[in-house]
């Protein structure tokens, strides 16, 4: 059974706190992603990678970066956590020309 | 840039009903991948069904199937006798192929009332 585990369900950060979210994959996917989930905007990417120490921006970089140092491992990072990145946060993985598989979701809620 | 339209953001009906849930998305590629995917109120988005844009016959999974319309750029799902486990937020998503990005329509909440 295919899985993909995010370190956190809920988190609760104050302003201007550096945020770490991890994301482990255990189906030797090349491609691993980072995508918000807002009300009304969908899902829009933040990052991706598709091979370890490399990655692209997405649609929505600003305020984040990411680290990819092993391959079933990707991290998002908020260096420095402000309100407007309360969110739902998930990871996801996939191969080439296959379908994706997400983790359970982190809720962050930056106060 | 590919993009994914859900007209429809939220969508109720009664449990055993049929329920169609629209999706149109943009591009000028000509092979590519379309899915529909899940996510119930415990928020683990799963697969629902994928398309081939090649293959001209529509996708089926039980109670699910979906109406490809490759002209027409639209890629709608259809649930036959809903249950309440139906119950989710459903997003359309686009995926060129070859390509890393999947892209992701603005979804539609399904409530399906007992």
């Not at chain 1, 370190?7 to 770490?20: A, H, N």
């Not at chain 1, 030797?28 to 933040?46: A, T, V």
């Not at chain 2, 529509?58 to 750029?73: C, G, H, I």
Request: proline share 3%; net charge neutral.
């Amino acid at each position: 059974d295919v899985k993909v585990t995010q370190s956190s369900r809920y988190l609760v950060k104050r302003t201007g706190e550096k945020v770490f979210l991890e994301c482990v994959q255990d189906m030797d996917h090349e491609n691993m992603f980072w995508y918000r989930q807002d009300p009304g905007l969908g899902l829009r990417l933040i990052y991706f990678s598709y091979d370890v120490k490399m990655k692209e921006k997405g649609d929505i970089p600003e305020g984040y970066s990411v680290s990819r140092e092993k391959k079933e491992r990707f991290s998002l990072i908020l260096e420095s956590a402000s309100t407007n990145q309360t969110s739902m946060y998930l990871c996801a993985s996939r191969d080439r020309d296959s379908e994706a598989f997400f983790g359970q979701g982190t809720r962050l809620t930056v106060v | 840039a590919q993009t994914v339209t859900q007209s429809q953001p939220e969508m109720s009906v009664q449990e055993a009903e049929t329920v169609t849930l629209s999706c149109t998305y943009d591009t000028s590629e000509n092979n590519y991948y379309l899915f529909w995917y899940k996510q119930p109120p415990s928020r683990q988005m799963i697969l629902v069904i994928r398309q081939e844009a090649y293959k001209q016959q529509n996708a089926t999974e039980n109670r699910f199937s979906v109406n490809f319309q490759k002209a027409a750029k639209s890629f709608s799902l259809k649930i036959s006798d809903s249950q309440l486990g139906d119950t989710a937020m459903y997003f359309c998503a686009f995926l060129l192929q070859g390509a890393q990005k999947l892209v992701f329509g603005q979804g539609t909440r399904l409530t399906i009332n007992p």
